[in-house]
């Protein structure tokens, strides 16, 4: 059971989601504009937030901002179209996935599940040996913790994965195919716009650090070490 909190502006959709979740044993508090989901982070404590992108009044992208300034719950975005622009500006604003409208209630608990088990340390499919240090930046497995220059580095649940996926093993090329899998857990012909967004918000957090994520052109992603 999670605590959800789902903002939707269509009151179709929002009880019809709203009911499925309930109805699958989740504890839900939903809101139909940003400003009145925004409080709710605090007063819900919600282990996920499920965000639509066309809000009136503050935008979902506005919104998904705000939500990573303070928080990195994870947030899944809800958008109308699969292949619209939104979809990537919102992975880069902070989203950690995202559903097609109209939602199907299995597969939006599905990705809850999924996003979840990023914040799980039992969960992560990876051995967690002793915090390794890359120049500056130090990366704590078994903790879940990464820090620049003793300061932690905020990272939400699908950024701090792909790191501990990429610092494994650095030098490693992984395919874009494969970091889905690992991280997102999406089957084949996956979105590899989740892992492309997601690699530019990590690099963003890491910019100054020595150890860097480089692209290997038409194939995918390594870290390299200073």
């Known amino acids: 059971m999670s605590r959800v909190l789902l903002i939707e502006d ?24 940003g400003e009145e989901g925004l409080p709710l982070l605090r007063s819900h404590r919600p282990d996920v937030v499920v965000l639509d992108l066309m809000l009136p009044g503050m935008s979902g992208l506005d919104v998904c901002r705000r939500i990573r300034e303070r928080d990195q719950v994870p947030v899944i975005i809800v958008t109308a179209r699969g292949d619209d622009v ?108 989740l892992v492309d967004a997601c690699v530019k918000r990590l690099r963003g957090k890491l910019g100054g650090s020595p150890g860097c994520i480089e692209t290997v052109r038409g194939f995918g992603y390594r870290f390299r070490a200073a």
């Open 86 to 193: 939104d979809v990537v500006v919102g992975l880069e604003a902070g989203a950690d996935d995202y559903v097609v409208k109209p939602v199907r209630a299995s597969v939006l608990e599905a990705r809850m599940r999924a996003v979840l088990r990023r914040t799980d340390p039992d969960a992560t499919g990876l051995t967690r040996p002793r915090p390794r240090t890359f120049g500056d930046l130090v990366v704590d497995r078994s903790a879940l913790v990464v820090t620049y220059r003793g300061e932690p580095v905020p990272l939400a649940p699908s950024e701090l994965r792909l790191l501990l996926a990429l610092s494994a093993s650095p030098g490693q090329v992984l395919s874009r195919q494969q970091l889905l899998e690992l991280v997102w857990e999406h089957s084949y012909h996956g979105d590899v716009r």
């Open 10 to 33: 269509d009151p179709a959709v929002r009880r019809a989601v709203e009911w499925a979740l309930r109805h699958r044993g989740h504890v839900v508090a939903a809101a139909s504009t």
